[in-house]
């Protein structure tokens, strides 16, 4: 592993060891130099591959001719930001370090600084982190309204990273409440960065879209229904470990009890309905276009269901609000009865009131006859009584 350079008297050495470390000394006749080799190795975990939320662990290791030093160890990430790592044990040849958990954006060349007084040492150390996993949030809420499309997307940073070791990946759909999970979607990474997809076919409510870059996973849900709200998850796997992004589907419904046009005087309930919990800082609003405050009603906190009673025709609107920004609008039309149709329940109402007052009029008149009847008929079975008691007198006479 070593080479005598010896027109310029050098020494070179590849492949450094730990072992390699120790006091060097050079002869040239009656010269002689000599200069001491301190040698560091840095190891990090896993290879450096790893996948979000994994916590590495750093190994540092010195050996020297002289008396080791204590190092004062300073860590950069992949945007020279400073990151404190934390020290589990610490011994003159040895220091081991654990850093925080890895998110995909701290993918790149990190930096150890090593430094020390006596000798003096100014040692920058580069090592590569490669993180696998997903550019959303941890748990990203998307909202929808019944009978509309929404698109549900994954961003992996595989491509931005250049992985070259494949891994595999599911995407599951878990209905609110259920605590089965459907799974829609499988996938697997190839050594070149090519996804494939494998539509699961047991759920038809979605569509794979032509997808545009490799490192995108989408779902499309052409009509959505109120009960496909619930949690999908996208779950990557490498060498048994995993890692996973979820999103929250909120899907929104309005009603109105009676359905049909709102007559004039009469009073109508629309309710505005959403499939899951909503955050503190999110609301509904019912409120009539064009209307007045009088015409406005919000819910209140973590309130899933929103009823309002009207009595004006027009067009109302429910609206989701999340920090002040509507997310979601849903619209129902209430339309004013016609005046024909405002006549013909005014006098079906009038006449339904005739007609019970004739049938009252008919039971009484019906009954003062029934009585007169039984006061007749009980009168001539008294003048009965009355001539068969006098005949019986008169033959005893």
Not at 255 to 264: E, K, T
Not at 266 to 295: H, I, Q, Y
Request: proline share 3%; aromatic share 8%; charged share 20%.
């Amino acid at each position: 592993r070593a080479d005598i350079k010896i027109d310029y008297k050098q020494l070179m050495v590849r492949n450094l060891k730990l072992s390699d470390a120790g006091i060097y000394t050079c002869k040239y006749g009656s010269h002689k130099v000599s200069t001491s080799l301190h040698v560091f190795k840095l190891t990090i975990s896993s290879d450096g591959h790893f996948l979000q939320n994994e916590v590495p662990e750093l190994i540092l290791k010195q050996n020297s001719s002289s008396p080791l030093p204590d190092l004062s160890i300073t860590l950069f990430n992949s945007n020279n930001k400073r990151v404190t790592p934390e020290l589990q044990s610490k011994t003159r040849q040895k220091y081991i370090m654990s850093l925080m958990k890895l998110e995909a954006m701290d993918s790149g060349t990190w930096v150890c600084q090593v430094r020390s007084d006596s000798p003096l040492i100014n040692q920058n150390i580069s090592f590569a982190v490669k993180v696998l996993g997903f550019q959303n949030p941890d748990l990203e809420r998307k909202y929808a309204t019944v009978d509309s499309t929404v698109t549900l997307s994954w961003h992996l940073n595989s491509q931005k990273i250049k992985w070259k070791e494949g891994f595999t990946g599911q995407l599951n759909w878990k209905q609110q409440g259920s605590a089965n999970a459907h799974e829609l979607l499988d996938f697997n990474v190839t050594a070149q960065g090519q996804l494939h997809e494998t539509k699961k076919s047991s759920n038809s409510l979605f569509e794979i879209p032509e997808r545009k870059t490799e490192s995108i996973i989408e779902m499309k849900l052409p009509k959505v229904h109120f009960n496909h709200s619930g949690q999908y998850q996208c779950q990557v796997e490498y060498q048994g470990r995993r890692v996973q992004s979820k999103t929250e589907l909120v899907v929104m419904k309005v009603s109105a009890n009676p359905g049909g046009p709102l007559s004039r005087g009469a009073n109508m309930t629309l309710t505005c309905e959403v499939s899951g919990l909503l955050p503190p800082s999110a609301f509904l609003r019912w409120e009539r276009v064009n209307g007045t405050k009088m015409d406005v009603k919000n819910s209140k906190q973590h309130e899933v269901k929103l009823e309002v009673n009207i009595s004006a025709a027009g067009l109302w609107s429910c609206h989701l609000i999340e920090d002040k920004d509507r997310k979601i609008s849903l619209h129902y039309h209430v339309e004013e009865a016609h005046v024909w149709i405002n006549y013909v329940i005014i006098g079906a109402s009038v006449g339904g009131s005739l007609l019970v007052f004739a049938l009252g009029c008919l039971c009484l008149i019906s009954g003062i006859s029934w009585q007169r009847r039984r006061q007749r008929a009980k009168r001539m079975a008294q003048a009965r009584q009355y001539l068969l008691e006098n005949k019986t007198c008169q033959c005893r006479q």
